[in-house]
């Protein structure tokens, strides 16, 4: 069991709650006290919601002593800053929402609460999700656990560096081309990016809609299992929902990869990988092996196309999402403008941050006329061949195993002149969210002092599939042990 309370793992945290050891107000205290302590160095949080969080407490011990008891009830949980939260500022980083504070709440939160969970705060985050290194906030960058002169991926930094931290047991973060299960590599956590489809959208500031999924930000496989139960399920609100029943995925997690079959497909390995990060993720196969997994090397050829996709569909999608920012109904508005369409040109000048005009700009010149066809058109087709290629590769294999970022957290600054670089950290999980199917990140190891992420990646509501291979490999290792020292 863990010295501290702010290192527990949420299922451990649950034995303690349930056996009356301790109280959902003494752990959230001490949540808040590590808060104080390390957020002036680390700066993953927009927001701390102390007050709430204490009534939340309470309000969990006393469903508690009657017997009113869920997974997640009384544990402490941040929330990315894109997600609605009624009452709490919802400001996605960007001045555009600096002062806005939702009348409602995201479906996702909501079904927290309905869990009695105590929601610590609002988590840092790229401007509207919009990056791979949490250093295009609009307020401040947010530093790694790991090494503090190093990102903690993106654009869910603010969560991952949270829970890696022990600033919270758990986060929920957002995945559009990789921002969950980047950040959870690069900050030596697990982070899944569902099916999309399968948890609800409804109160998540959109990106890029056809790509945006919620997922968990947990220590350990038993925990995303939990929050994911919890998440899941049909929203009538969101039209993209999927509508069926969903299992209990706790019920996967057998450590047992007996006659699976694990395809790895060859273009992962990209010109540019960190030699020691393929290394490592040669040694965590060979580990499935040992307990009776099969690992073949495959092919998905038309991986190479699926950047120049994301780039082509995301600012597309991006910049008609983002076309509401006109400052009349909410958030930033220009005021000292003589017309109309100034004062909405003004509103976007300086309400938008340099990462964010850029991506809104690809996406406009990519939709407009004479541009569409040989665009926007094109890169749907070759999404739709990146689906099927995935459809294929699930007929012969199990899962898909790849490395989730081709290298360590990098120093902070250092691709901030050169968006090509950049873009290019997200290079094996944009595929996923091209095709829409699930994938998981956990911690294989170590290079330099700097975690490690392993990806995993199944068929379409596939997830038990991959909790069980993540399950097994986490239970023969110590790396989700592993915690940073602050």
């Known amino acids: 069991m863990a010295a501290n309370l702010f290192d527990l793992t949420l299922h451990e945290a649950r034995g303690l709650l349930d056996s009356r050891q301790v109280s959902s107000r003494e752990l959230t205290q001490a949540i808040l006290g590590r808060i104080m302590e390390v957020e002036p160095r680390l700066k993953a949080f927009v927001t701390v919601t102390g007050e709430m969080a204490l009534r939340q407490a309470r309000e969990a011990d006393e469903a508690m002593a009657e017997g009113r008891v869920t997974p997640l009830t009384g544990v402490p949980v941040q929330i990315k800053d894109n997600m609605c939260t009624r009452g709490v500022l919802t400001t996605c980083s960007s001045r555009m929402l600096e002062s806005f504070v ?61 829970v890696a931290a022990g600033e919270c047991l ?29 948890v609800s959208r409804y109160g998540l500031v959109a990106f890029a809609s056809s790509l945006d999924q919620i997922g968990p930000l947990t220590r350990d496989v038993t925990d995303c299992a939990l929050v994911l139960n919890a998440i899941a399920g049909h929203d009538p609100r969101d039209s993209t929902s999927i509508p069926q029943g969903i299992p209990d995925y706790t019920r996967a997690l057998e450590a047992d990869v007996r006659g699976m079959r694990i395809g790895v497909p060859r273009e992962y390995y990209v010109e540019g990988i960190n030699r020691d990060v393929a290394e490592t993720l040669k040694k965590a196969l060979e580990t499935l092996e040992k307990m009776g997994a099969s690992v073949e090397e495959t092919s998905l050829p038309h991986t190479r196309y699926a950047l120049a996709v994301y780039y082509i569909l995301a600012p597309s999608e991006a910049s008609a999402n983002l076309a509401r920012y006109d400052g009349v109904k909410y958030g930033f508005s220009y005021k000292q403008a003589d017309t109309m369409w100034q004062a909405m ?18 996406g406009t010149y990519a939709l407009s006329a004479g541009y569409y066809d040989a665009y926007y058109l094109k890169a749907q087709k070759v999404r739709t061949l ?76 596939g997830e038990e599939t991959i909790l069980r291979v993540a399950y097994t490999y986490e239970q023969a290792t110590e790396w989700h042990k592993m915690r940073p020292k602050l």
């Open 386 to 461: 990146i689906r099927r290629e995935f459809q294929e590769a699930f007929q012969r294999y199990d899962v898909l195993v790849t490395p989730t970022s081709p290298t360590v957290a990098f120093k902070l600054g250092e691709k901030m002149e050169d968006p090509v670089q950049m873009y290019l950290s997200d290079v094996c999980t944009i595929p996923v969210n091209i095709a829409g199917i699930p994938a998981l990140s956990l911690p294989a190891g170590f290079v330099d002092g700097l975690p490690v992420g392993m990806q995993i990646m199944g068929k379409p509501l």
């Open 345 to 362: 040109e003004k509103t976007k000048q300086h309400g938008f941050g340099p990462e964010v005009k850029r991506r809104i700009m690809l």
């Open 102 to 162: 939702p009348p409602y709440s995201a479906t996702v939160v909501e079904r927290l609460y309905g869990q009695g969970a105590v929601v610590v705060g609002k988590g840092n985050m790229d401007e509207f999700a919009m990056g791979s290194s949490t250093e295009n906030s609009a307020f401040f960058p947010t530093h790694n656990p790991w090494g503090m002169e190093r990102v903690p991926g993106g654009s869910s930094g603010g969560p991952a560096a949270a």
């Open 170 to 198: 758990y986060a929920l973060g957002s995945d559009t081309g990789g921002s969950i299960r980047q950040p959870a590599a690069l900050c030596g956590i697990v982070g899944l990016k569902p099916t999309y489809g399968l």
